[in-house]
C-alpha cells in the first residue's frame, strides 16, 4: 500500500524455485507496485508487446506430473503436446506439453529429457541451473525484423541457423509478406500451420551458464509453436553445447 492505493498479491510456489504471483490492483494508479516509483533513464524501445509463452524444463519424467498440476490447481488444459519422434537430433530428444488457459492468452510449455545417445540441451539446463526452472521467455513483436535489427545493434547474440535451413523453406511455408534476404540475414526460423504463419528467433543465454535465454516471435495467425523448426532450432543449441563440452 502506498500513497497510489493498495494492492494485494498472493504466491504459489511451481516447479524448481518458480513462483506465480496473482495480483490484485483495482483502482491502484501507481506505475508498477506500491514502492516503485517512475525510472529516471529510458530506454530505445525494440517492439515488444506483451510475453507470447514461457517455457519450463522439468526433470525426466516429471512432465506429466506438473502437467497435471497446472490443470488441477490453475484449470489449464493441455492446448498442444510434442513427443521425442517431434523434437529429436541424431543425439538428443525432448518431450513437450503446452499448457494455457481457457482463452489461450497464457501458455506454458512444459519439456521433460527422453532418451537419445548424448545430454539433451533439457538435461544440460537442469544440470546447470541445479534445478527445473525457466528455459526461456518468448516476448512478442509485430515486426520481428525491426526487432531483431534494434536488438543486434545492441549486442544481442543469437543463435546461428544453417544456411541449409533456407534451401526448401519457401517451398514448405509458401509465400509471406516480409522481406526474405532479412530473414535469412538475422538466422530467423519461419514456420506455418492451417492458421497462418509464425516467425521466431531465439538469443544465446543470457548469462555465463546455459540456462535461461530469450525467444523473439511475431505471429500471422498460427497458434502453433513451429514444430517445422524444430530439428534446425535444436542442432544449432546442440552446437553450442558442443562448444562448451557438455554434449
Not at 526433470?59 to 513427443?83: I, K, L, P
Not at 506455418?192 to 525467444?215: A, C, S, V
Not at 505471429?219 to 558442443?242: M, P, V, Y
Amino acid at each position: 500500500e502506498d500513497a497510489h492505493g493498495r494492492v494485494r498479491r498472493a504466491a504459489v510456489r511451481t516447479y524448481g524455485d518458480v513462483i506465480h504471483t496473482f495480483v490484485a490492483a483495482p483502482g491502484y494508479t501507481g506505475v508498477f507496485l506500491p514502492g516503485y516509483q517512475p525510472a529516471r533513464i529510458e530506454g530505445e524501445p525494440t517492439g515488444f508487446t506483451r510475453i507470447d509463452h514461457v517455457v519450463a524444463n522439468t526433470e525426466d519424467r516429471q512432465m506429466d506430473r506438473w502437467c497435471d498440476y497446472y490443470a488441477r490447481v490453475f484449470g489449464f488444459h493441455q492446448f498442444v503436446s510434442y513427443d521425442d519422434k517431434d523434437i529429436s537430433t541424431e543425439y538428443s530428444a525432448l518431450r513437450s506439453k503446452v499448457m494455457a488457459n481457457d482463452s489461450r492468452n497464457i501458455k506454458f510449455p512444459i519439456n521433460e529429457p527422453a532418451a537419445g545417445k548424448r545430454k539433451s540441451q533439457i538435461q544440460e539446463y537442469i544440470d546447470f541451473n541445479y534445478s527445473a526452472g525457466v528455459q526461456h521467455i518468448a516476448l512478442y513483436t509485430p515486426d520481428i525484423l525491426t526487432t531483431v535489427g534494434r536488438l543486434r545493434e545492441n549486442g544481442m547474440k543469437f543463435l546461428t541457423i544453417p544456411e541449409s535451413y533456407y534451401d526448401t523453406l519457401w517451398d514448405r511455408v509458401g509465400e509471406i509478406k516480409e522481406d526474405r534476404e532479412l530473414i535469412r540475414k538475422y538466422n530467423i526460423l519461419v514456420d506455418r500451420d492451417e492458421n497462418g504463419y509464425l516467425l521466431q528467433i531465439f538469443t544465446k543465454p543470457l548469462q555465463d551458464r546455459p540456462t535461461l535465454f530469450l525467444e523473439v516471435i511475431q505471429r500471422a495467425g498460427c497458434e502453433s509453436f513451429g514444430k517445422g523448426n524444430f530439428k534446425a532450432l535444436f542442432e544449432s543449441i546442440e552446437l553450442e553445447q558442443r562448444r562448451r563440452g557438455n554434449l
